[in-house]
Every structure is written in structure tokens, then in C-alpha cells.
């Protein structure tokens, strides 16, 4: 059986990035086969993870939270021994690899998060013909490909066995590149599983009910919109997100991934504007709220795309007028759960199916 190694955003200080990162290996490892993620820290994302911040408080916290990922990344993602910190030692170490390589999930066609340029880590040119590539869920955010690497794009793009993408805004933006090279959009790896026992801990949970907030943008229309939410449910407020809101009965900012999971899974109203927190919201079937992004609004197709494919588009929030009861009432999960499982194991197939000898 040959080796499959995964190359993804693990090593940056973000709860999606490094769930969905442990949820395709774990998956793999259910399915029986013998997967590493490779340990590849490019130096923009190392910058980014452990320079300082302004204040010394703010930068203690950010201690404390790289501390926490890092023990969570030891103790629960199968990392090669080697460290890469550059394309180089990548393919100096698989140069006559027939292995299958999977790049993805996460944003790792965003140019714009890989310094600018498409990274031939995480794109995967720096592997020889014999390898076998594959991209699961790859995503790009708002970023388009840049019209002057069309060539260089294309050309890469063909040598992939099998290519599955996150969302329509990627599957699109292949065929401008060429119309002749195809794509299925795919689940994030994060819904390939549905047993996290092994590494959830509910140890910060409280015993009364309680909504989560997990916001990536903080903004005055997204402040507005929590506070209207706790008005009309009556409920504490506990902010996971990555800006403090003075409202919250609890802000935790940067607990490790198990606790963050945990606070996630016992929520009883989620409010969000993130992809991961929208997909946390479906596997632990959360009642759920999803808020329009006001910068990068492109980025909302991240999670449109998911949402219309299990018939929850209505859970999505254009703006705050738009606020109702109807957007809180429970979600009756027996309901979408056929189109849920449907889309989750189509998934599921295509992957295992690209990774047949």
C-alpha cells in the first residue's frame, strides 16, 4: 500500500485550519491507510504565527495560544519527523516519490495568504510526474487566479489525478483557467468525521444554556447583530472568535482546539460568520445563525455554497434588518440530514475512489 501524505495550513494559530487538518487524516486512518501530514512551515506563515504583538498582554496571549496549538499538534497530527521550511527540502525529499499527495483543505490557493503567490508547496509543483497528486476541498477564498499564471496553472493542473475543491468560486475559476480540466466540489475534510471524541474537552462547558459567537470580522454591523441575538434569546454570551466583545459573558481567545470543541459542541444558538463555524454547527447539529462578512464579501461563498447544499440557505443573514425570530427557531436536522449524509459520503467516495491503486 502506498504512503499518503497531506499538505495543509496546520501550523498556524487558527481552529478550522488545524481541526480540518486532523479530520482528513483521521478519516484516511479510519479507512485504513498509512497518511502523514507533512510538516511544511513556509516562513510568511511563521512570521505570522509567532511575531510579537504591540502590547505585552496581547502578546502573552498569543504565547499561550501557540503554546496550546502545539501540544495539540504533537499529541494529534501524524507529522513527518522532517520539518520542511522551504519548496526546496520538498522536493529534494520526495524527487522519486510515486506516493499519493493530497494539498487542502483551507484557503490554499489564496495568493493572497501565501505571500502574494501561489506557493508550490501547498500547489504542489514541487512534486515529480510519478507522484500521485490530488487536491480535497482546496479552497482560494475571494483571491482569483492571476491572469499571467494561466500557463503555469494549467500545466499543473492537468498533472493532478483528481481534483475536488470546497467551493463553486474555485470550480469556476478552474475552468477560466481551462474548461477542459474538471473539478467536483467536495464536503470540508472537518464533515468527513463525526466522532471527535478523541480529542474534545468540555472541561470550560457551563452548566446553564449558552450562544457562541465565532466571528472572523469584527465590525459595528457584526457587534449589532450578537447584541441583538442576546437580546431576543435572553441567553449568556460566550465569544470563541478572535476579537473580545465586552458583552460576552466569557470571552475565550485563545484556549487549545479540544476546549474551543468542546464550548462549540454544547452551544445552543451559534452565531457566525466563519466557514468552520458553520461547519461545527452542522456536525454537532447546532441551531445556528450565519452573518454576512462586510469586507471581502466574496468570502461568503464559502459558506453559501454549503449551506444551499443542504437546503439551510435561509440560515444566512444579509444584513442586520433582516434579524427575525425565524432565523433562531430550531433546526429540525431530520430533515436535511438525507441531503447532509448524501453530500457527506459523495464525498467520501470521490476521495477514496482518487486514492484506488
Known amino acids: ?23 482528513l487524516a483521521k478519516f484516511l486512518k479510519n479507512n485504513d491507510k498509512n497518511v502523514s501530514i507533512i510538516d511544511y512551515r513556509p516562513s510568511y506563515f511563521l512570521y505570522k504565527t509567532y511575531r510579537p504583538k504591540k502590547k505585552i498582554f496581547t502578546t502573552y496571549t498569543k504565547v499561550l495560544k501557540a503554546i496550546r496549538f502545539y501540544k495539540f499538534r504533537r499529541d494529534f497530527l501524524p507529522l513527518t519527523d522532517d520539518i520542511f521550511f522551504s519548496t526546496k527540502s520538498l522536493k ?7 506516493d499519493f499527495f493530497i494539498c487542502g483543505s483551507d484557503q490554499v490557493w489564496n495568493a493572497n495568504l501565501t505571500n502574494g503567490k501561489l506557493d508550490e508547496g501547498f500547489f504542489q509543483d514541487f512534486l515529480p510526474e510519478s507522484a500521485n497528486k490530488i487536491s480535497y ?22 498533472s493532478y489525478k483528481k481534483i475536488l475543491v470546497r467551493e463553486d468560486f474555485v470550480q469556476n475559476e478552474i ?18 468525521i463525526d466522532d471527535y471524541s478523541e480529542i474534545i474537552d468540555y472541561s470550560l462547558v457551563p452548566s ?20 441583538k441575538v442576546v ?5 449568556p454570551l460566550i465569544n470563541l472568535g478572535g476579537h473580545k466583545i465586552k458583552e460576552a459573558k466569557i470571552n475565550y481567545l485563545y484556549e487549545s482546539p479540544s476546549k474551543w470543541l468542546g464550548v462549540f459542541a454544547k452551544a445552543s444558538l451559534v452565531c457566525t460568520n466563519s466557514f468552520h463555524g458553520n461547519a461545527y454547527s452542522l456536525i454537532f447539529k447546532r441551531n445556528f445563525t450565519v452573518f454576512t462578512r462586510e469586507t471581502k464579501k466574496r468570502l461568503n461563498r464559502r459558506q453559501l455554497t454549503l449551506l444551499e447544499r443542504v437546503g439551510l440557505e435561509s440560515r444566512f443573514i444579509n444584513k442586520l434588518e433582516d434579524l427575525n425570530h425565524k432565523h433562531l427557531e430550531e433546526i429540525d436536522y431530520s430533515i436535511i440530514n438525507e441531503k447532509y449524509q448524501d453530500l457527506v459520503n459523495q464525498s467520501k ?9
Not at 437580546?231 to 441567553?235: A, I, Q
Open 1 to 23: 500500500m502506498k504512503k499518503i501524505y497531506t499538505i495543509t495550513f496546520h501550523h498556524v494559530l487558527n481552529y478550522g485550519a488545524v481541526l480540518q487538518a486532523y479530520a
Open 175 to 192: 475552468k477560466r483557467v481551462d474548461d477542459n480540466i474538471l473539478s467536483n466540489i467536495v464536503v470540508d475534510p472537518s464533515l468527513l
Open 349 to 357: 467516495r470521490l476521495l477514496l475512489d482518487a486514492l484506488a491503486d
Open 208 to 227: 446553564e444554556p449558552y450562544i457562541v459567537s465565532y466571528l472572523t470580522e469584527d465590525s459595528k454591523s457584526v457587534r449589532e447583530y450578537i447584541n
Open 92 to 98: 529534494k525529499a520526495f524527487s522519486k516519490s510515486d
Open 231 to 235: 437580546e431576543m434569546t435572553g441567553l
Open 137 to 158: 476541498a482546496a479552497s482560494m477564498g475571494e483571491t482569483p487566479f492571476n491572469n499571467k499564471e494561466f500557463a503555469r496553472i494549467a500545466s499543473n493542473l492537468k
